[in-house]
T-cell receptor
């Protein structure tokens, strides 16, 4: 089974600054894209952004962008102009080989400082 | 559109007792998932439904867990009997289409505490 690694258990960022959250995967199968989800303290997992593995340009959704580097097996989330409401857990997730099951990383807790 | 609705929000039970969780997916979403999220971890899949058929239940502990999705809409996840290690957040998710690039839409989850 593939493993998704998020090496930053916790991150702090100043309000209005940009922050990068890291995510790597360990499988050699490059067929699948990668998702990022946000989980506020309320518990709901909120879909943020997705990029397919064959997309040529990095995905962007508002203040979120995904820096996908297949050679490094990484897909980092960049949040620009951080807001207080961005404080939450962030999870990256990827489908497994031949399965729709999403494998999630352990998450990164982002705290935005006013 | 209304999101995925789960109930109850919280549940505290003693070990060996039964418990059930309910999920109403987004209208029109044929694919439904149950995930379990242990403290400090990402969610892990328990079971996936396509309409009323369970198409992936390989990680469901079938000795004590059961699930159903009658009529391909609402779903219920049951644990009987509950063990201390079942304490976790149980998340339901739905998707409007099948595919590796289909985002899952999650509910708020049910936080289960087994004492």
């Amino acid at each position: 089974a593939q493993k998704i690694t998020q090496t930053q258990p916790g991150m702090f960022v100043q309000e209005k600054e940009a922050v990068t959250l890291d995510c790597t995967y360990d499988t050699s199968d490059q067929s699948y894209g990668l998702f990022w989800y946000k989980q506020p303290s309320s518990g709901e997992m909120i879909f943020l952004i997705y990029q397919g593995s064959y997309d040529e340009q990095n995905a962007t959704e508002g203040r979120y962008s995904l820096n996908f580097q297949k050679a490094r097996k990484s897909a980092n989330l960049v949040i620009s102009a951080s807001q207080l409401g961005d404080s939450a857990m962030y999870f990256c997730a990827r489908p497994g080989a031949g399965s729709y099951q999403l494998t999630f990383g352990k998450g990164t807790k982002l705290s935005v400082i006013p | 559109e209304a999101g995925v609705v789960q109930s109850p929000r919280y549940k505290i039970i003693e070990k060996k007792q039964p418990v059930a969780f309910w999920c109403n997916p987004i209208s029109g979403h044929n694919t439904l998932y149950w995930y379990r999220q242990n403290l400090g971890q990402g969610p892990e899949l328990l079971i996936r439904y396509e309409n009323e058929e369970a198409v992936d239940d390989s990680q469901l502990p079938k000795d004590r867990f059961s699930a159903e999705r009658l009529k391909g809409v609402d779903s219920t996840l049951k644990i009987q009997p509950a063990e201390l290690g079942d304490s976790a957040v149980y998340l339901c998710a739905s998707s409007g289409r099948t595919g590796y690039n289909s985002p899952l839409h999650f509910g708020n989850g049910t936080r289960l505490t087994v004492t």
